[in-house]
């Protein structure tokens, strides 16, 4: 079954806009939460990634909230741009289990111009 | 080279055919994971190598799926007796090592299998 849940499943948004997805893990060992951009034909890239002794990192128009309690964190576009537009996928990764990366759905995201 | 890199792009077989999947990681990255992703979904962990040894294989769906890494640097994914349920991207990714480091994948090997 999927380890983490990531929703909407698609996204309009207009340039300039803020763009907003949601994850949701049960696993407590998940120490490691990393955001990637998909673009057709390609492999992810990381965009950014949150441990879970913060709550929040910025890095440019990207920003992860972290919400330990609730097992939820969150990924924030500022500003969007055509140019963002792609797949993006949270991921998880327990502390006993470096290498497997747990990976949501993932969210089409179209930024209209 | 400057990234990982996957070979072939595309790979059209018959069912019931043998199929490898190359995959060179970036010099000097000990740590090599393949993961496969259908249609629509996230990338699925098939096994993660560090060095030459399968750290992790947890992944691998059945005993038709096998993946080499001899020298500690390119990988080798093999699928005996392939199913039409197999075809899907197959992407490679590399890190500097475990923990943390940051992992880079490949753009992957389509996979059909007719």
């Known amino acids: 079954q999927q380890q983490v849940k990531q929703s909407p499943q698609s996204l309009i948004v207009q340039k300039g806009g803020i763009s907003i997805i949601n994850c949701a893990y049960e696993n407590t060992a998940f120490d490691y939460f990393p955001w990637y951009q998909q673009f057709p034909g390609k492999g992810p890239a990381l965009l950014i990634a949150i441990r879970p002794d913060v709550s929040e990192k910025k890095e440019g128009r990207f920003t992860i909230s972290f919400n330990k309690s609730a097992k939820q964190f969150s990924l924030h576009i500022m500003d969007s741009q055509p140019g963002d537009s792609a797949t993006y996928f949270c991921?998880?990764?327990?502390?006993?289990?470096?290498?497997?990366?747990?990976f949501g759905a993932g969210t089409q995201v179209v930024v209209t111009p | 080279g400057a990234g990982v890199s996957q070979t072939p792009s595309n790979k059209v077989t018959e069912k019931g055919k043998y199929v490898e999947l190359r995959c060179d990681p970036i010099s000097g990255h000990t740590a090599l994971y393949w993961y496969r992703q259908s249609l629509g979904q996230g990338p699925e962990f098939l096994i993660y190598f560090q060095g030459t040894g399968a750290a992790d294989d947890s992944g691998l769906p059945n005993d038709r799926f096998f993946a080499v890494r001899p020298e500690g640097s390119v990988s080798t994914l093999k699928i005996q007796r392939t199913e039409r349920g197999d075809s899907a991207v197959y992407l490679c990714?590399?890190?500097?090592?475990?923990?943390?480091?940051?992992?880079?994948f490949g753009q992957g090997t389509r996979l059909t299998v007719v």
């Open positions: 990714a590399s890190s500097l090592s475990g923990g943390y480091t940051e992992a880079f």
């Open positions: 991921a998880a990764r327990a502390s006993d289990s470096w290498g497997k990366l747990q």
